[in-house]
């Protein structure tokens, strides 16, 4: 049989994976990734591009691909968000299995083909595999935890819902897609990770094949959060404390408790590590760590695990340095100040510390920024544009 006619029935065979491909201007690395997909050692594979409106060469060079490789389908839609293009794209997926690729990163060759002899053996739900992590540097490390840590407790299972492959039937069945709310831009994928560890009777694992996971300064994972993360964040905190609170039943208790112990850990990390945060983005994970803490049915082993856990975290020296330097940032007096107009229009909005005053007009916008230090006064328009200095004089004796 020639090559013609092999890649002819492999068109119409049903796909073994459909991995799903999310692209928003990601032309340095788009061919690399999906280099990786088209020479997969797995023929039997369905890649579904959900073109997100992207503003560069993107569409040309997905559509590129598409013409020379039938397996290829694509999508071209406006700008909708993450959420949405995963969304779109498991809706159009046919496979038997579903995996999820971003399009910066890439697998190993055989990535899919280990994954999905191991899910036909052993009729599992979800079998992921190994990742690895590719720093701006060029170097790369291993990621992920132990799998020893998920055979014991499959909450365990963490947020690297990219190097897994899911049994299509599932998905379906209980309905585990992508949030698309426009108010979240980040952690859409983490309510469908929750759910998918929830709902599956099975879950293995693969030693030897990895993803790649690489890290590039302009992605959005990789950016200070800004509010608008800093709520994606919550929102996605109460949407899985809610899912996890509705079964409470039906899941033991100390993965309860490590699900909601290891979620504020994760909201002490944001608040330790990503140092630029505003302090109005600290306060809002100061509150969203109190209103979880609440949520939790079972208090007195969240306060064990929180004892045992935080006490062991901080251990570190680095971190400690880091935590008592996030203090001395932002541990100050902090005021806000707001002059309505006819007692209900926000007209301006003054925040204060001990440093620096910025006025917000209409409550939002930043007006003008004052910022106090030795020897004078600076005044900048927007916040940022410079447009007075007061010089002050000390008489010396």
């Known amino acids: 049989m020639s090559l013609e006619n092999i890649e002819m029935n492999i068109k119409y065979l049903k796909p073994k994976v459909s991995v799903i491909v999310p692209v928003y201007n990601v032309e340095p690395w788009i061919r690399r990734s999906l280099d990786s997909l088209v020479n997969q050692t797995l023929k039997e594979i369905e890649i579904v591009i959900i073109d997100d409106g992207s503003s560069d060469k993107c569409p040309e060079i997905i559509d590129e691909y598409a013409k020379k490789d039938s397996r290829i389908v694509v999508i071209h839609q406006k700008n909708q ?75 365990h299972f963490n947020n690297c819902f990219w190097s897994a492959i899911y049994k299509h039937e599932m998905i379906k069945t209980h309905k585990l897609y992508f949030e698309e709310r426009k108010d979240m831009v980040i952690a859409q994928d983490i309510l469908f990770l929750l759910k998918a560890v929830y709902f599956a009777n099975k879950i293995r694992f693969i030693s030897d094949v990895y993803y ?22 919550i929102i996605s905190l109460n949407l899985r404390s809610d899912f996890i609170n509705e079964h409470i039943n039906n899941v033991e208790e100390n993965s309860y408790i490590f699900f909601y112990g290891s979620n504020l850990q994760c909201i002490l990390n944001e608040m330790i590590y990503n140092t630029c945060n505003s302090i109005i983005g600290s306060f809002l994970l100061i509150k969203a760590a109190i209103k979880f803490y ?41 005021s806000s100040t707001i002059w309505k107009l006819f007692d209900f229009i926000p007209l301006i909005k003054i925040n204060s510390q001990k440093r620096y005053k910025i006025f917000y007009l209409f409550g939002f916008f930043p007006l003008l920024k004052i910022k106090n230090r030795t020897g004078g006064m600076y005044y900048k328009l927007f916040s940022v544009l410079p447009i007075l200095r007061k010089v002050t004089k000390e008489n010396k004796k």
């Open 81 to 155: 968000g993450c959420g949405s293009a995963y969304h779109n794209g498991m809706l159009k997926a046919s496979g038997e299995y579903i995996g999820f690729t971003d399009p910066d990163d890439y697998v190993d060759l055989d990535f899919y083909e280990k994954l999905y002899l191991e899910a036909s053996n052993s009729k599992a739900d979800i079998v992921k595999g190994r990742a690895k992590l590719l720093d701006i540097n060029g170097l790369e490390k291993e990621i992920g935890g132990s799998f020893s840590d998920i055979n014991k407790n499959k909450y």
């Open 294 to 334: 609440d949520k939790c049915l079972y208090k007195q082993g969240l306060k064990r695990y929180l004892n045992q856990n935080l006490i062991y975290m901080l251990e570190n020296k680095d971190e400690i340095a880091i935590f008592q330097e996030y203090i001395k940032n932002y541990k100050t007096n902090y």
């Open 212 to 233: 790649h996971y690489c890290i590039r300064q302009d992605s959005l994972t990789f950016q200070v959060y800004d509010i608008k993360k800093i709520k994606s964040f």
